[in-house]
């Protein structure tokens, strides 16, 4: 069935360094993407989301890529801080499933000082 | 706070206890869901609930019972569980496919 997946389980970054997270899905019909970032204890919380119609989105230290040719979705964090330390998940849905989103499997990103 | 809370935030019951999952949402959304997070496991998809009315039910045992009495409340009624059940449990809410999900902070649940 249709899937979306990260490639790395878990990323471990130095303290201002740039993190960069990546995600693969599998249906071509998706045309809305969301990354959540989940810190212990606590639920997902959204961070950036990105429509297919656009292949660069900006937030404040996170940037979204979006690859529609390769079905290819990354999150860049700029100057990564131990805040940042938390799972990341990313999702995807589109138009015909309404509200339902897909989960990946999400990445752990742990910052060292 | 993100506007979902749910309570409890941590439970513990026995396989043969009745326990309920509560949440709610001061956003003004028509969908909730909930979903069951174990460890090393994607997010599980349990049960939609859009303007009251279940619309999916993705495979859960009948030992999970969701209720929806209103747009802002959603409760998982537990019976009979098992130690696999052990996981945290999220509800999120969403207006549409257009803003994504708000989840809650979860129940963190233990089956002794």
């Known amino acids: 069935g249709e899937s979306v997946g990260l490639h790395l389980p878990t990323l471990s970054v130095q303290e201002g360094d740039n993190s960069i997270i990546n995600c693969a899905y599998s249906n071509s019909a998706s045309d809305y993407f969301i990354w959540y970032k989940q810190e212990s204890g606590k639920g997902p919380q959204f961070i950036i989301d990105i429509r297919s119609n656009m292949d660069k989105r900006q937030g404040q230290r996170v940037t979204v890529l979006l690859n529609k040719t390769v079905k290819h979705l990354s999150l860049q964090i700029a100057a990564t801080q131990p805040g940042d330390s938390a799972v990341y998940f990313c999702?995807?849905?589109?138009?015909?499933?309404?509200?339902?989103?897909?989960f990946g499997g999400g990445t752990r990103l742990m910052v060292k000082p | 706070e993100t506007g979902v809370t749910q309570t409890p935030r941590h439970l513990v019951m026995g396989m043969t206890n009745k326990k309920s999952l509560k949440c709610e949402q001061h956003?003004?959304?028509?969908?909730m869901y909930w979903y069951k997070q174990s460890a090393k496991k994607p997010l599980e998809l349990m049960f939609v609930y859009n303007f009251k009315e279940q619309t999916e039910n993705n495979s859960v045992p009948s030992r999970f019972s969701p209720e929806c009495p209103n747009s802002s409340h959603l409760f998982l009624h537990l019976h009979t569980l098992q130690p696999e059940d052990s996981a945290l449990y999220l509800c999120?809410?969403?207006?549409?496919?257009?803003?994504?999900?708000?989840f809650g902070s979860g129940t963190r649940l233990t089956v002794v």
């Open positions: 999120a809410s969403s207006q549409d496919s257009t803003y994504g999900y708000t």
């Open positions: 999702a995807e849905t589109t138009g015909n499933a309404g509200n339902m989103l897909t």
């Open positions: 956003l003004g959304h028509n969908a």
